[in-house]
């Protein structure tokens, strides 16, 4: 599987942004799926996940959790990450993450990458 983040951009404080990760290959459904950030100056953070194959369990960071929604369209081998309420601390660059086998936290589970799409808020 090859991903492809995109729908970063520019928001106010407050905003909203979809985020959206494609996936090439046929064994996206099967995929453990995550989101991740990075801030500037700063390590990357797990943000959101979700399991294989209907995303029956999702789970989200503390800084996130009540704002953002993490869900998948496997029909369209897409993840997606919808982003309520933005804040300036949201200001990253987000990345979508897989595995084939189980993954948690920790951005060393993952073994596919996307490349990356900025979020910026602005207060």
């Known amino acids: 599987v090859q991903l492809q983040a995109f729908g970063g951009g520019t928001v106010q404080a407050g905003g909203s942004l979809r985020l959206s990760c494609t996936a090439a290959?046929?064994?996206?459904?099967?995929?453990?799926m995550a989101w991740f950030r990075q801030a500037p100056g700063k390590g990357r953070e797990y943000v959101a996940g979700?399991?294989?194959?209907?995303?029956?369990?999702?789970s989200y960071s503390d800084s996130v959790k009540g704002r953002f929604s993490i869900s998948r369209d496997n029909d369209r081998n897409s993840l997606y990450l919808q982003m309520n309420n933005l804040k300036p601390d949201d200001t990253a660059i987000y990345y979508c993450?897989?595995?084939?086998?189980?993954?948690?936290?920790?951005?060393?589970?993952?073994?596919?990458w996307g490349q990356g799409t900025e979020v910026t808020v602005s207060s």
């Open positions: 993450a897989g595995d084939r086998y189980y993954a948690g936290r920790a951005e060393n589970e993952y073994d596919v």
């Open positions: 979700i399991t294989p194959p209907n995303g029956a369990i999702t």
């Open positions: 290959g046929p064994s996206f459904k099967w995929y453990h």
